[in-house]
């Protein structure tokens, strides 16, 4: 009779585990909700924080007159999103997609990249004009910030809640436009 107490007890306490486990997975589960919740809010008070400093700098230092803010468009089954885009006709003639992060990473340099590759090809119209990319952050190390420059992307900072764009004397910024396969 004991031993049949005690294999009770042991599917007992099992059961008791299971259900406990189950009650930390639906807590994980919750917890990297509100986590991610939190993470894309942060994300959008940095856009927000960017839009107006970056519209400022697409005019002065480049002379666009267009400028809009989460610019989406689609080509075929594929989708291309850019935080700001900015555009000028006639002698400037410029196109620049703008990429604002909270934390720049290296893989951050590689999506501006990848689409600015993907905005030629979703927008030929555009084949003449120059095109250009700037990658804004709140953060990033001054290794990845040389990257990105390497990669010949503008990096824009943020200094006294404004994001500038400061550039050192010896960059000279990829015209991505020049690498069209036509």
């Known amino acids: 009779m004991e031993a049949t107490t005690n294999?009770?007890?042991i599917h007992q306490i099992l059961r008791e585990i299971a259900k406990s486990q189950q009650e930390t997975d639906r807590i994980t589960r919750q917890n990297a909700k509100m986590l991610g919740d939190l993470g894309n809010k942060f994300g959008s008070f940095t856009e927000g924080m960017a839009f107006p400093s970056m519209e400022k700098v697409l005019r002065k230092q480049f002379g666009l007159t267009?400028?809009?803010t989460n610019y989406k468009t689609e080509y075929g089954p594929d989708t291309l999103?850019?935080?700001v885009l900015g555009i000028a006709n006639?002698?400037?003639n410029t196109v620049v997609l703008?990429?604002?992060k909270s934390h720049l990473k290296e893989r951050d340099i590689e999506q501006l990249l990848k689409n600015?590759?993907?905005f030629r090809r979703f927008h030929p119209e555009y084949a003449g004009k120059k095109l250009y990319g700037i990658l804004a952050s709140v953060q990033g190390t001054r290794e990845v910030k040389q990257k990105a420059?390497?990669?010949g992307l503008f990096v824009a900072s943020i200094?006294?809640?404004v994001f500038e764009l400061k550039t050192p004397a010896y960059f000279v910024p990829t015209n991505f436009s020049l690498n069209l396969d036509q």
């Open 149 to 151: 420059m390497d990669a």
């Open 116 to 118: 600015l590759d993907r």
């Open 66 to 68: 267009t400028i809009t």
């Open 159 to 161: 200094h006294d809640e």
């Open 98 to 100: 703008v990429e604002v």
């Open 90 to 92: 006639g002698q400037i």
């Open 7 to 9: 294999f009770d007890d």
């Open 81 to 83: 999103e850019v935080d």
